[in-house]
């Protein structure tokens, strides 16, 4: 049988037969709908939703349900409430009026269930009915009333409709129940629901339970604590340290810690509490409880990802230095797509003042880290960085853990400096602990003496530092990518103190850099005749001490000016120059050879002498030589001597003289591969009487066939002869591939004369 019955649209609540639902409408609705069901319909409509499927009319559904008005109510704002009870199911055959939503009719014929036996239709209302009340013991909330309807119901069509809205069950399955005709799979769909339902609930109250066990445990120990605390106040034995402990366990609360360290505080706490205040233990539980509180366990900085403005913060703080900044963003881009530290350890090498330790920091602002710094220079005892036991009077942790600390969180950016001048005695061997801090696969695990618990350093950003890469215990120099600052040029430092170190100097004395005026000429005159290094330090030594008599002027006179510094008062601020760069000495000599070294303090040249006088061919050294340059010596004398001929030289004023050669600043210590062309050269002039240009320098190691070997610091050497005036120097031809490493400002101003063997380079000198 068809009805026609006008169409209430539901959004987000589902009617489901033999339940009601309560609406309300405003006047509007109320005359379209209400009132076309009780004049024309009967007080019947029809209720559809939106979720349901579609018909082949868009947005419609094919089923909804035959509802009846059963109360209506005026609300006092004009609205109308009406209570509305499912009735049947129905399948939509027409929607009527379908372009005006709201006066949608629909011609609908209800839906026939079909029959079920009477004894399955028992075992279902029986299972339904027991599952019910089994829930109804876990949530206690249903309505007793509405349990002794259910209780009645021998119609399992009608039950597997009623229960459904009791169930905490979302509108979609709502949705389901009501599109469901077959009252045996309703009732297969509820006895699910109701074992999900319970399953859940006995979780929740088995958590419950756990809960107020754990409260329970908590207020008892709260209790005894203030008893606890009642009785030592009678006994006179209360004070600070109780005090002390309730904030320790507050701290503790707020910890962002692992679980086995606040396991472990909890213990020590435990401990000190119960020690009385004479015990010698008392100091050392409350120390190591202050340092297990106090290390950055889990607290991170989150990294700047934004490689452009690292690049552009590092441009800002260091100019130059491309190829050194190029690697670092190259490490952090990587370190960003793998989400991971491993891979080698950068180690920045180079002179002193050349700005290693600076650029750290650099990078620590720029990817906004925090930055901590340990020097290893001189450490010999591995404790010191892995720390003493607890049981040593005044023992505390390694000076890892004492960076983190101060560093605050737990992936810092860490500087280890000066790593080339670790030592190595009976104490133990530093550098083998640096091994493990630094390696990515242990370090996650690095275990301190006095911690005891293992503290997770994968996250830190290490980065290390060194002057002379010879001088990186081996083992430890594997796991590091050496990346080289050289030596700046003048005109590198000339741009570094004007735009640099001279506002900040200004700044740090209190003064306006617009009170001082130093021309381009005086900050080099500064360069050349007042500092002889690879870095600014001695630069910034200078430009401080012009400020400050400029403060001290301002001071006693009690009168600001402007300040211009002249080549004239340049002596009254700095005193007479300390070096001389313009050779006066401009002619040839016989037996003095410039040579070109790589030292601490970057490239310079050492002047090599070599006289005769009558002995018994003898070589004699002084000039405080290392053995690498006294084995240069000896190789080169071996080569002169079996090509004698080669260059016009008397063997017999070889072996009846001794050959003595001395290097000058016999006080500076000399050593490295990269002397023996000049000391081969000093010595040919000396016993061939050639003269050697006073402008020419050379570097490269000789055999005793003559061949001349490649060496290494070519920038730093190159850098160190234009600084003395050197325009000419002599190269192997193996160093060819590094003259791309050599700023363009030195290229330009000095010649390079490359040579293969040793014979060669004399036809170049020897004119």
């Known amino acids: 049988m068809k009805k026609n019955l006008p169409v209430i649209l539901l959004k987000g609540l589902v009617l489901i037969p033999h339940n009601e639902i309560r609406l309300e409408f405003d006047a509007t609705n109320s005359k379209n709908v209400i009132d076309t069901a009780e004049y024309f319909h009967n007080n019947e409509v029809f209720i559809i939703n ?456 200004c700044q740090n004395h209190g003064l306006k850099d617009s009170k001082i005026a130093i021309s381009d000429n005086i900050i080099l005159e500064i360069i050349r005749n007042y500092t002889k290094e690879a870095g600014v330090r001695e630069l910034e030594r200078q430009l401080s001490q012009i400020v400050r008599k400029v403060v001290y002027d301002i001071i006693i006179n009690k009168k600001e000016k402007k300040y211009t510094i002249t080549a004239k008062s340049l002596i009254k601020y700095l005193g007479q120059p300390k070096y001389f760069t313009d050779r006066k000495e401009e002619q040839k000599e016989v037996g003095v050879v410039n040579g070109l070294v790589y030292t601490y303090f970057g490239g310079d040249i050492i002047p090599i002498e070599v006289n005769l006088y009558k002995g018994d061919g003898s070589l004699v050294l002084t000039g405080s030589l290392g053995d690498v340059m006294k084995e240069s010596a000896q190789i080169a004398l071996g080569y002169i001597k079996s090509n004698h001929k080669l260059y016009n030289i008397d063997y017999d004023k070889i072996t009846n003289n001794n050959i003595h050669i001395h290097v000058p600043e016999g006080a500076v210590k000399k050593d490295g591969p990269s002397a023996g062309v000049a000391l081969t050269t000093a010595m040919i002039s000396a016993l061939g009487n050639y003269e050697i240009p006073y402008d020419v320098a050379m570097t490269g190691e000789i055999t005793l066939r003559g061949r001349i070997l490649s060496i290494g610091g070519l920038k730093e050497k190159s850098i160190g002869a234009l600084r003395n005036n050197i325009k000419n120097i002599i190269i192997p031809e193996g160093n060819l591939k590094d003259m791309e490493d050599i700023p363009k400002e030195v290229t330009s101003q000095v010649t390079y004369i490359s040579v293969k063997n040793y014979h060669q380079l004399f036809k170049k000198i020897i004119k």
């Open 50 to 505: 939106e979720e349901s499927q579609k018909t082949a009319t868009p947005g419609f559904p094919q089923m909804g349900v035959i509802a009846k008005i059963t109360n209506k109510i005026k609300l006092d704002n004009g609205n109308l409430q009406v209570i509305i009870k499912g009735i049947a199911r129905g399948s939509v055959v027409e929607y009527i009026n379908a372009e005006t939503p709201e006066n949608i009719e629909v011609l609908v014929r209800k839906v026939e269930e079909r029959p079920i036996e009477k004894e399955i239709e028992q075992q279902q209302l029986t299972k339904i009915k027991s599952e019910i009340n089994d829930y109804v013991k876990l949530v206690p909330y249903i309505n007793n009333n509405v349990l002794g309807t259910i209780a009645k119901i021998n119609n399992l069509s009608q039950l597997t409709d009623m229960i459904p809205p009791l169930l905490p069950i979302s509108g979609s399955r709502a949705l389901i129940y009501m599109m469901q005709i077959d009252p045996e799979k309703r009732a297969k769909m509820i006895i699910e629901d109701l074992q999900k339902e319970k399953e859940k609930q006995s979780i929740e109250r088995a958590i419950d339970v756990k809960v107020k066990s754990e409260l329970d445990k908590h207020q008892k120990e709260y209790i005894l604590r203030e008893k606890l605390k009642v009785i030592k106040e009678e006994l006179g034995e209360s004070g600070s340290k109780e005090d002390e402990i309730a904030t320790l366990r507050e701290k503790l609360v707020k910890l962002d810690a692992q679980q086995r360290i606040k396991d472990r505080i909890q213990a020590e706490l435990k401990r000190y509490e119960i020690l009385p205040p004479t015990s010698p233990e008392v100091h050392i539980i409350a120390n190591y409880i202050d340092w297990l509180m106090n290390i950055p366990w889990q607290k991170t900085t989150k990294d700047n990802n934004n490689l452009k403005d690292v690049q552009s913060k590092l441009d800002d703080s260091h100019y130059g230095l491309e190829k050194v900044k190029e690697r670092i963003l190259e490490f952090l881009a990587v370190k960003q797509k793998t989400k991971s530290l491993k891979g080698p350890i950068i180690c920045l090498v180079g002179p002193p003042g050349v700005g290693k330790t600076s650029l750290a920091f650099s990078i620590a602002e720029a990817i906004k880290r925090n930055f901590a710094k340990m020097s290893v220079g001189g450490i010999n005892d591995e404790a010191e960085l892995i720390g003493h036991r607890k049981a040593y009077l005044g023992s505390s942790p390694g000076r890892i853990i004492q960076g983190l600390k101060k560093a605050g969180t737990a992936n810092p950016l860490f500087l280890i400096d000066e790593i080339d001048k670790m030592t190595k005695d009976i104490k133990g061997d530093p550098a083998s602990v640096l091994l493990e801090v630094l390696d990515p696969e242990q370090n996650k695990y690095f275990s301190d003496n006095y911690i005891e618990e293992p503290v997770d350093l994968s996250n830190v950003l290490f980065i290390t530092t060194a002057n002379y890469i010879e001088d990186i215990p081996e083992a430890l120099r594997d796991r590091l990518e050496i990346i080289r600052l050289s030596g700046y040029t003048e005109y590198e430092k000339l741009y570094i103190g004007k735009n640099h170190l001279l506002p900040k100097i």
